[in-house]
């Protein structure tokens, strides 16, 4: 089974600033998907960005990019010019390449609860 | 386009009752998933169907049951409901049932259980 663990319960940031959050995973298998999702109190999760496990490059999106280390198992989400708008729950969700019955579901890890003071 | 829409947007039951809740997937999305979000806690995977089918289960109790229709909305039941209950339930769409397509959220149903 997978697992995914996000270390920092709560972060904060100056608004413009840069701002890093944490991810590890743990999976036997060699292709996967990674995802990171923003989840601010009118409470529907938005994907911010996803990364393929096969693709080395690192995925960006506008003003988020992702540090993934493929064989430590890391995959951290870099908020640059940080915005009011990006305050939120920010989850780390893993997701499997395979296939069959079953594979279509994504495992989260517990949040990190970001603020951006102004 | 609308997204995905979940209803109620809010309930409230008592222990031992019984619970439907809706979710209508993005136009042309045939794949619904569910999701149990606790308070403070991320998702748990409940339940996917696809073209009416269930293709995954997640480590919840037989009181919890599914089902999709025709027009591939969905509908969880809970029967027997039990304080633990009490979550945040997100439903999800996609296109297909296979992983490079990411899944859609609805704002989901808090379920609150007294």
């Known amino acids: 089974a997978q697992t995914v663990t996000q270390s920092q319960p709560e972060m904060s940031v100056q608004e413009a600033e840069t701002v890093t959050l944490s991810c590890t995973y743990d999976t036997s298998e060699s292709n996967y998907y990674l995802f990171w999702y923003k989840q601010p109190p009118s409470r529907q999760m938005i994907l911010v960005i996803r990364?393929?496990?096969?693709?080395?490059q690192n995925a960006t999106e506008n003003r988020f990019s992702v540090n993934f280390q493929k064989a430590a198992k890391s995959f951290s989400l870099k908020i640059s010019d940080s915005q009011l708008g990006d305050t939120a729950m920010y989850f780390c969700a893993f997701m499997t390449a395979y296939s069959g019955a079953g594979s279509y579901q994504l495992t989260f890890g517990k949040g990190t609860k970001l603020s951006v003071i102004p | 386009d609308a997204g995905v829409t979940q209803s109620p947007t809010h309930l409230i039951k008592t222990r031992g009752q019984h619970v439907t809740l809706r979710c209508s997937p993005i136009s042309g999305h045939k794949s619904v998933s569910w999701y149990q979000q606790v308070l403070g806690q991320g998702p748990q995977f409940i339940f996917q169907?696809?073209?009416?089918?269930?293709?995954g289960r997640g480590n919840f109790p037989d009181r919890f049951s599914a089902r999709q229709f025709p027009n591939y909305s969905s509908e969880l039941n809970v029967n027997a409901l039990l304080l633990g209950d009490s979550a945040l339930y997100l439903c999800?769409?996609?296109?297909?049932?296979?992983?490079?397509?990411?899944?859609?959220f609805g704002d989901g149903t808090r379920l609150s259980i007294l």
């Open positions: 169907y696809y073209e009416k089918e269930e293709r």
């Open positions: 990364q393929e496990a096969y693709k080395q």
């Open positions: 999800a769409s996609s296109p297909k049932d296979r992983g490079r397509e990411p899944q859609h």
